[in-house]
């Protein structure tokens, strides 16, 4: 199997939110961008249900035309909902329309989204009922892998993982329980992470195994997972498992745990066991100190989550669907919720007490490691192979992150490379409860991206945050429209002109508008101001541009680029609506206004110069 398929990756929150601030894109732009994009693929599996894109459109206008909204920490940022999770007034189905309800309230963690200034896009497909890691038990398409060849997408959240993975949304919020936000990110080149149990509330969320059950994160970057993780984390009091977030990472050298190569198991792949020794030999290239650690307790508590008892809690949601509705349920899953019906009271007890000698002996283990790596898959398997043995393909998928919920851990799981053959690789990087901040770390660092010690940080979007733009035309200083920038705090940094790129256009005749406008050849340096404004406040003005005008970039003398004042597109296509002169040769707006004085005395002139 070979692939020249790779994740399609979009810009990330940090990106987007950067763009925003220098006028390079808007949350109009972004959702257009976002509505095209799921048009164009068609019906392929990854959304169950798309919001609409005028309602998308007014979400968007309705940020931009807030002064406040600027000031949020994910002003804009769109993002995707795993369909077992509430939003209020659209349907969540777990993939079975049977099942399906609209619920009139939103779960928490996505309400503290949405307050934070982000725009929720869609619901998410999953395995039905959110039982499976292999993304092919649905009434609906079949989501496939961005690395194509028919490759599964992974589940239970599918849809969350192929959203991000195909750049359609920077981040999308999943669901955990066996390995449900970590092995669809490893199938499609994504980071996948499930924090702690309770650090995001599971109110909301319709439980799959509700004491292990983690609402989860998947985007392209650790740094993106921190700003999301940030707005998400807090103490619910009514999630009985809700806890306080823990310790963060202090600097310290960091031990990695790894298994000899003899323990981990690859299904007979040869080409991903080569893979995963070739990343592991990295490791030392990341200033990680490595120790050898015995993988047995960790593998022998995740055998008990399909082969023991814990299936007799999905009952605890389905069992009286199952019983009413059984010919809605997709076969597979209508045969494991059955399973949970054999074990009884004692069955669960015994498992406990097992389950409880595992962690004490994993708890000494922590002792001399910080975190561990293993693969966080050890094969991948096309949509047919898992058709024709869905049970035991499943299991396999399941191999190394099963026990993470079990023994109370947090893991994210980390793009690798590929294989010799094309596929994707990806480390799992383990930790402890509450550990969170140190399994990033180490995460950044596989990734490349050099995240520092200490709390995670979200640019400071505050009303004290400042931004430049440039002017050249009313907004100059003694101008009639330089009285807005006043009134919103804004101060004088400089004069200075522009690159020798532009031309100055005079647009209308009765109350002409003066524009800037970028030229490949025969430009002219022009006369402006730079001016530094409260970032908040940049709303307030876009909402004042003349129709013929936009915000763009603007490259200055010295090179830099900074926000401006440009020609609207229609001014630029030379729409036959404006009157529009090349100014040019005067270098600036001031100069023409004081040579059409001085030469024609006219109203208009006088109206110039005002």
């Known amino acids: 199997m070979t692939s020249d398929l790779v994740p399609a990756l979009g810009p990330s929150v940090a990106r987007m939110l950067e763009a925003y601030r220098?006028?390079?894109?808007?949350?109009?732009?972004?959702?257009?961008?976002?509505?095209?994009?799921v048009a164009s693929r068609g019906d392929d599996g990854t959304w169950i249900t798309v919001v609409d894109r005028d309602e998308l459109r007014a979400a968007a206008e309705a940020l931009e035309a807030s002064p406040e909204a600027w000031s949020l920490p994910l002003y804009g940022i769109p993002f995707g909902v795993k369909d077992s999770i509430d939003v209020s007034g659209y349907p969540t189905t777990l993939a079975c329309p049977d099942y399906a309800y609209t619920p009139d309230t939103t779960a928490p963690a996505i309400q503290a989204l949405l307050d934070a200034g982000a725009i929720f896009v869609g619901k998410t497909s999953l395995d039905q009922f959110a039982t499976g890691l292999n993304g092919t038990r649905t009434p609906h398409t079949i989501p496939r892998s961005v690395y194509g060849n028919d490759m599964i997408s992974g589940g239970s959240s599918s849809g969350s993982a192929v959203a991000v993975a195909l750049g359609q949304v920077p981040f999308c919020v999943a669901t955990d329980t066996a390995g449900s936000g970590r092995v669809p990110a490893a199938l499609n080149g994504i980071v996948g992470w499930k924090p702690s149990r309770g650090l995001i509330s599971t109110v909301g969320l319709v439980p799959a195994c509700k004491s292990l059950d983690c609402i989860t994160l998947m985007a392209s970057s650790v740094e993106d997972l921190d700003l999301v993780f940030d707005v998400m984390c807090r103490e619910d009091p009514d999630d009985g498992w809700s806890r306080p977030r823990g310790h963060r990472y202090d600097g310290h050298e960091i031990t990695v745990g790894l298994p000899n190569l003899e323990q981990l198991d690859f299904f007979g792949d040869g080409a991903m066991a080569d893979a995963h020794a070739a990343a592991r030999q990295s490791l030392p290239e990341f200033e990680l100190r490595t120790t050898t650690v015995d993988l047995t307790p960790f593998l022998d508590a995740g055998s008990l989550l399909y082969q023991g008892p814990w299936v007799a809690e999905r009952l605890v949601e389905f069992d009286e669907f199952l019983t009413e509705k059984p010919n809605s349920i997709v076969p597979v899953v209508r045969e494991i919720l059955q399973g949970g019906r054999q074990y009884s009271a004692v069955d669960a007890f015994r498992a406990l007490a097992t389950l409880q000698r595992l962690r004490a002996r994993v708890a000494t283990l922590w002792t001399s490691m910080d975190v561990m790596i293993v693969p966080t898959i050890g094969t991948t398997f096309t949509v047919p192979e898992v058709l024709a043995d869905p049970i035991r393909s499943n299991t396999v998928l399941g191999h190394y992150t099963h026990f993470g919920n079990l023994l109370d851990l947090t893991a994210v799981a980390v793009p690798s490379g590929l294989t010799e053959d094309g596929r994707p690789v990806s480390l799992m990087v383990i930790g402890p409860a509450l550990s969170d901040d140190t399994v990033l770390a180490v995460a950044a660092r596989l990734l490349g991206e050099g995240r520092s010690a200490g709390p995670a940080r979200i640019p400071d979007r505050s009303v004290d945050d400042t931004i430049d733009i440039a002017v050249a035309g009313h907004h100059l200083s003694g101008e009639r429209a330089n009285y807005q920038l006043l009134e919103l705090g804004g101060s004088l940094v400089e004069a200075t002109t522009t690159a020798p790129t532009y031309t100055l256009l005079r647009i209308g005749t009765a109350d002409p508008t003066p524009g800037l406008l970028r030229v490949p050849f025969d430009g002219s340096a022009?006369?402006?101001?730079?001016?530094?404004?409260?970032?908040?406040?940049?709303?307030?003005?876009?909402?004042?541009?003349p129709a013929v005008l936009a915000l763009g970039r603007v490259q200055l003398a010295d090179g830099s680029d900074v926000l401006g004042y440009v020609c609207d597109a229609t001014v630029q296509a030379g729409a036959e609506r404006h009157t529009v002169d090349d100014i040019s040769e005067f270098g600036g707006w001031r100069a023409y206004s004081r040579a059409i004085a001085s030469t024609h005395h006219s109203p208009i002139a006088a109206q110039e110069t005002s």
């Open 22 to 37: 220098t006028g390079a894109a808007t949350p109009s732009n972004v959702v257009e961008d976002f509505s095209d994009a």
């Open 526 to 545: 022009i006369d402006v101001e730079r001016w530094r404004l409260p970032v908040a406040s940049l709303a307030v003005l876009a909402g004042r541009l």
